[in-house]
């Protein structure tokens, strides 16, 4: 059983690489026009406000959370590339590779074993790039969303502030339906990319966690090297979890939150005047809610449930290697 879990972990990793690439190769075209429009959104919205707006306080939570798993990725690809080395140069082991496996040829000699660790250090790094990458889009594009909506709700916070003047209202909320009509768009445009991405990395994450843990706890060694590498692997897959989780429900929150801004705006006093048909059109807008494949909802819910899924397979990981 440990030899299976052992190289489930990578397995889980190239597969997961594979999607993220291969939803990304698909739909780049889409990938780039999203980034895009949301860029011009979120600057234009942005405009003329200061830094230390409402809109931009999880910025740094955000940026954050992507720079924890940068170093955790890198040290993990790190350790996976170097340990083999450090094998046979101190414990003398013959031909030791950096994705542990089995191939049907046998590595009998030094050029052949060469060829076979840079390939496989080349899969550990481009492991580490892509998926660096592609979590990376999903926080900046959903941090975009929620600062956008973020900047609506204020500016229709504003709005019963400013002198009173029909045609500049108008167009100031002309402009916000088509942010949001905008905003909209770009969200049922990443649903669709990343929803099979949030289900392959949650199940994949659930699954390399409790194999690691099972790994672990069934080593009859433990070395100081040993226990900084797990835990910094846990806790970068953690990360991972979370970055698919709760941008999730910042999104949701932030969508009903400017929902509600829209609502207490005390547009029906006015509902005989004509901008009272702006404030009715948004109201009938569904809040924006993440969804993996109409499966899964991207939530902090997610997150739990994965938690929740890893110590049930480890505990099953457990009876099944005690039965046998």
Same mark, same amino acid.
């Given at each position: 059983m440990s030899k299976v879990t052992a190289g489930l972990s990578g397995i889980i990793a190239i597969v997961n690489a594979i999607v993220k690439a291969f939803r990304f190769v698909t739909y780049r075209g889409e990938l780039e026009h999203v980034n895009g429009v949301l860029e011009t959104?979120?600057?234009? *919205? *942005?405009? +003329?406000?200061?830094?230390? $707006?409402?809109?931009?306080?999880?910025?740094? $939570?955000?940026y954050r959370l992507g720079y924890y798993q940068y170093v955790c990725l890198l040290f993990t690809s790190f350790v996976f590339v170097v340990r083999p080395l450090l094998a046979v140069r101190f414990r003398n082991a013959n031909y030791s590779l950096p994705v542990p496996g089995v191939y049907p040829w046998t590595i009998n000699s030094t050029p052949v074993y060469v060829i076979h660790y840079v390939i496989e250090s080349h899969i550990c790094w481009s492991l580490c790039v892509v998926t660096i990458g592609v979590d990376a889009f999903f926080t900046l594009c959903t941090f975009r969303i929620s600062s956008v909506f973020k900047l609506l709700a204020l500016e229709f916070e504003e709005l019963p502030k400013r002198p009173i003047d029909k045609e500049n209202r108008e167009l100031t909320l002309r402009t916000c339906i088509r942010r949001h009509s905008t905003l909209i768009h770009c969200y049922d445009v990443i649903q669709e990319i990343y929803g099979p991405i949030v289900l392959v990395v949650a199940l994949g994450n659930a699954l390399s966690m409790c194999s690691m843990m099972f790994e672990v706890f069934q080593s009859k060694?433990?070395?100081?090297?040993?226990?900084?590498?797990?835990v910094i692997y846990l806790f970068g897959k953690l990360i991972q979890t979370f970055i698919y989780a709760w941008p999730g429900e910042v999104v949701a929150t932030e969508s009903d939150a400017f929902r509600c801004e829209v609502y207490c705006n005390d547009w029906y006093e006015h509902i005989d005047d004509p901008s009272a048909k702006f404030f009715l059109m948004i109201l009938k807008q569904k809040p924006i809610?993440?969804?993996?494949? *109409?499966?899964?909802?991207? *939530?902090?819910?997610?997150?739990?449930?994965?938690?929740? +899924?890893?110590i049930s397979y480890y505990f099953l990981l457990v009876t099944l290697d005690d039965g046998s």
């Open positions: 959104v979120f600057e234009e *919205s *942005s405009d +003329r406000k200061p830094a230390n $707006s409402p809109a931009f306080r999880l910025m740094g $939570s955000f060694e433990f070395t100081v090297g040993k226990i900084i590498a797990t809610v993440i969804r993996a494949c *109409s499966i899964l909802e991207v *939530s902090l819910d997610l997150f739990a449930k994965i938690i929740n +899924r890893t």
